[in-house]
């Protein structure tokens, strides 16, 4: 489904549900992503050439998600981490990061991003396909990867 018709449907579940769109690049590099943002239920799904193409998972009000049983949401960075090299040391090229120290996993297609609540920062992960590793940083809008309450 693109975004306009995801939005659609789930406005006949909550009124808390929009979109937005950003393009950028020159020439023929250039990009355009859409995004879904699902409020209530802590969601924003990102959409690249009508598909979609990530999902960023609120710290403090969206769904749990969990990977090998560990919940991915709304823990404290740190733990989150370790938990992460742990599991790298057996997967080959399975651990990098992104700029600020944001840990990334090959295998699981995550970055553990993080959010403010207060003066406290707690994981929110973004999830991405196999083809986003190459340019991760440029794959979601900016907006995707800043720091907010």
Same mark, same amino acid.
Do not use: K
């Given at each position: 489904? #693109?975004? +306009? $018709?995801?939005?659609? !449907?789930? *406005?006949? !579940?909550?009124?808390?549900?929009?979109?937005?769109?950003? #393009?950028?690049?020159? /020439?023929?590099?250039?990009?355009?992503?859409? $995004?879904? &943002? =699902?409020?209530?239920?802590?969601?924003?799904?990102?959409?690249?050439?009508?598909? =979609?193409?990530?999902?960023?998972? +609120?710290? =403090?009000? /969206?769904?749990?998600?969990?990977?090998?049983?560990?919940? =991915?949401?709304?823990?404290?960075?740190?733990?989150?981490?370790?938990?992460?090299?742990?599991?790298?040391?057996? &997967?080959? +090229?399975?651990? #990098?990061?992104?700029?600020?120290?944001?840990?990334?996993? @090959?295998?699981?297609?995550? %970055? %553990?991003?993080?959010?403010?609540?207060? +003066?406290?920062?707690?994981?929110?992960?973004?999830?991405?396909?196999? $083809? @986003?590793?190459?340019?991760?940083?440029?794959? *979601?809008?900016? &907006?995707?990867? $800043?720091?907010?309450?």
């Amino acid at each position: 489904m #693109s975004a +306009d $018709e995801v939005t659609d !449907v789930l *406005f006949g !579940v909550t009124e808390d549900a929009g979109h937005r769109a950003w #393009s950028g690049g020159r /020439g023929n590099n250039t990009w355009r992503v859409s $995004e879904g &943002r =699902l409020r209530e239920f802590g969601l924003h799904l990102y959409y690249r050439d009508g598909r =979609l193409s990530g999902v960023a998972v +609120d710290a =403090l009000c /969206g769904p749990q998600v969990t990977a090998d049983g560990v919940a =991915l949401v709304g823990r404290a960075p740190s733990a989150l981490e370790r938990w992460m090299h742990e599991r790298a040391e057996t &997967r080959p +090229d399975e651990l #990098s990061y992104m700029s600020a120290g944001v840990p990334c996993s @090959a295998s699981l297609g995550v %970055v %553990v991003n993080v959010q403010r609540e207060g +003066d406290r920062l707690l994981t929110r992960p973004v999830f991405y396909p196999t $083809e @986003a590793l190459d340019d991760l940083p440029h794959w *979601f809008p900016q &907006r995707a990867w $800043e720091i907010h309450d």
